[in-house]
């Protein structure tokens, strides 16, 4: 954050009438906007309604169209060296950053060289150049807090976020609470992984954002509350509870509390779509990309046509393509912005997504880029597990913090590399290979939770290792026992088969009666939400009965876990029911089983429960990129379960 100064220039009260001004004070600035608009038909070379209408512009972050009016106040007043600042400084605004710096070459007066040489500052840093912004910052005076922060922003730039901290603390002690200071201090500490430290400042400043501007509606949004939007206002932009909150939200997700990330983006003032700023839309498209996925890559795909945009918008929107296999897709991308590559993906991410493109062409290849990843990985950790000894040993917290925080760092970026070379042969269902690879990491990852994870995944496919396999889900279970249901329904009924699949059965109906009550009291707190977790477990272990070839005790149970029908049936539920009933009407049709007819009336009735609460029930999930291929109408519950009633009657006829 440079700093630069802004106000209402050269403007003489009783110009216009009190109306204008108050509309202004009240920050209303689109409506002071339409009146000037006016007067300016009638009266184009006003310097006061021009110089209102770049004020007015620049305070709704419209910094082109201001840059415009400033730049026609530059010709009018040709002498006026202020309005040359602001034009520059509202074309610094708007990214453009060489015009921005032609004008303030343009400025000779000497009481204005202590602004304009800031002002250059920040342009050069705005473009990237730090060693010509050092220069400028340099020659500054010392004794201004201004050099303080603004070299405090140079030292982040660098990565040295100890030392842009230190600079950022320094002049939050001279110049007071300020809010933008506070959230590059905030930053700092996020940077530096001390998410405590960062949400002490957030909190701050939310708390006087609330306290000094209530009319910012804060919180509002997110209690269900209607409220206007309250624009971009300066008054928003000097809180910086923007800023703030999109801070909170990144450490609640890196933190993997996802509701309360996205509950960060709805707590800020609320504005339109068309308001808000960059860093919001990527974080709302992220943050929701599971629930509005076509809605997520729309506005990723908007930023990255924008000038600027958030660095991590290029490598996110790669990332999430390949996440929902659309390598086409990523492959077009990287090819079309060739020149970004470099500037916004490091030699890893770049090496990490070209490999997972190429799997779907050459698996092959791309298992060996991903062992030659994995491999320099592993060299890294174990340079990094010796130094953390080194660091322990020599009883040196600082740096055995630094060892600690490289370690996890390193771990992050190899974990998705393993898990990426799994998948190719999990693909296969080459399950034992699978294990093979996941054996290798156990040195570096046995903390890991989504290693954990994915290792209890392999070794219950592998239908031989269920008891080895409860060992590695029980823990992840019990982690979250107090609140089961934020565990994931499939590692909840994984965990019941290996239970049942190793005589554990009072273990399974204890885990189940845990779900049940669970689930009993989110239905009381919430009568209309959806929840699957004791569904799907049922649904699972039916299915286990339907392979060993039980199928009337396990589609019983199917049966009865689908109840009540318009609260559990669902894209998943349904892909589980219909695949038993497939199993078995190809089981009947082949004459390897014999079903009683009260069984098949019990299948019949089912189905037309099912066919009378699907009609509006995909069986397919949506897709993000979709081409207008899909026949929605024969995707939904209602038409399948339709077609199973009619086959099951064909095969009783015979």
């Not at 060996?368 to 990843?373: A, G, S, T």
């Not at 149970?557 to 998943?572: N, Q, T």
Request: charged letters at 25%.
């Amino acid at each position: 954050m440079f700093q630069t100064n802004f106000g209402i220039h050269n403007i003489k009260d009783g110009e216009y009438t009190q109306t204008i001004y108050t509309m202004i004070k009240e920050q209303r600035y689109p409506e002071a906007i339409q009146v000037l608009n006016r007067i300016i038909i009638s009266h184009p070379n006003s310097r006061a309604a021009l110089s209102l209408l770049a004020y007015c512009h620049y305070a709704t972050q419209d910094f082109a169209s201001s840059a415009h009016y400033y730049d026609t106040l530059t010709q009018i007043c040709p002498d006026d060296a202020q309005y040359k600042v602001h034009h520059a400084q509202a074309l610094y605004q708007a990214c453009m950053y060489e015009d921005a710096l032609r004008v303030t070459s343009q400025i000779d007066k000497p009481e204005l060289q202590g602004q304009v040489t800031k002002l250059r500052a920040a342009i050069k840093y705005g473009e990237e150049d730090l060693a010509g912004a050092k220069g400028l910052v340099d020659s500054c005076p010392a004794d201004d807090p201004d050099t303080e922060i603004n070299l405090g922003c140079l030292l982040y730039k660098e990565g040295r976020y100890e030392d842009a901290l230190q600079k950022f603390t320094q002049a939050l002690q001279v110049i007071g609470f300020d809010p933008h200071l506070s959230y590059n201090a905030a930053l700092c500490h996020f940077k530096l992984k001390e998410h405590t430290a960062a949400q002490k400042y957030i909190a701050n400043i939310i708390e006087r954002g609330i306290k000094d501007h209530p009319e910012l509606s804060v919180g509002m949004a997110t209690e269900g509350i209607e409220v206007r939007s309250v624009g971009n206002t300066l008054t928003l932009h000097d809180t910086a509870l923007v800023e703030a909150f999109n801070l909170k939200a990144a450490i609640e997700y890196q933190l993997k509390n996802f509701e309360a990330a996205q509950e960060a983006l709805t707590d800020m003032p609320p504005r339109s779509e068309e308001e808000l700023d960059a860093v919001t839309l990527h974080n709302q498209a992220l943050m929701n990309i599971d629930t509005k996925t076509t809605e997520g890559f729309e506005k990723l795909q908007f930023l990255l046509q924008q000038n600027p945009f958030p660095p991590e918008t290029f490598g996110n929107l790669l990332l999430l393509y390949c996440k929902y296999e659309y390598f086409d897709l990523a492959a077009d991308v990287l090819a079309e912005n060739a020149h970004l590559t470099y500037k916004y993906l490091t030699p890893y991410l770049f090496d990490f997504l070209d490999a997972l493109i190429m799997q779907q062409t050459s698996p092959e290849d791309a298992y060996n880029k991903f062992d030659e990843l994995a491999s320099k990985h592993t060299e890294t950790l174990r340079k990094l597990t010796k130094q953390v000894q080194e660091a322990r040993q020599s009883q040196d917290d600082e740096m055995v913090k630094k060892a600690v925080t490289d370690y996890e760092e390193v771990l992050e970026r190899y974990v998705p590399v393993l898990m990426a070379q799994a998948k190719i042969y999990w693909d296969m269902e080459n399950y034992q290979q699978v294990e093979k690879i996941f054996r290798k990491s156990v040195e570096f990852c046995n903390d890991n939770d989504t290693w954990k994870l994915n290792v209890a995944h392999v070794l219950f496919m592998q239908e031989s290792k269920f008891k080895e396999a409860t060992g590695f889900y029980e823990p992840i279970v019990k982690k979250h026992y107090d609140k089961i249901l934020n565990v994931s329904a499939i590692v909840l009924a994984n965990l019941c088969v290996s239970y049942i699949m190793t005589s554990q059965n009072e273990e399974a109906e204890e885990l189940m009666r845990k779900i049940e009550k669970e689930e009993e009291q989110l239905a009381y707190e919430d009568p209309d939400k959806k929840v699957f977790h004791l569904c799907i477990v049922n649904l699972v272990i039916g299915t286990l009965y339907c392979a060993k070839g039980n199928y009337e005790f396990g589609i019983s149970r199917i049966i009865r876990s689908l109840e009540p029908f318009h609260k559990k049936l669902g894209v998943d539920t349904w892909f589980y029911a219909k695949r038993c009933f497939l199993s078995l009407i190809e089981n009947l049709a082949k004459q390897i089983i014999v079903a009683k007819d009260s069984f098949l009336e019990e299948c019949i009735q089912f189905l037309e429960q099912c066919e009378a609460y699907g009609e509006n029930v995909k069986t397919i999930a949506d897709q993000p990129m979709e081409d207008g291929s899909i026949n929605w109408g024969q995707k939904t519950v209602a038409f399948e379960a339709r077609h199973l009633k009619a086959l099951i009657l064909k095969l009783q006829n015979y």
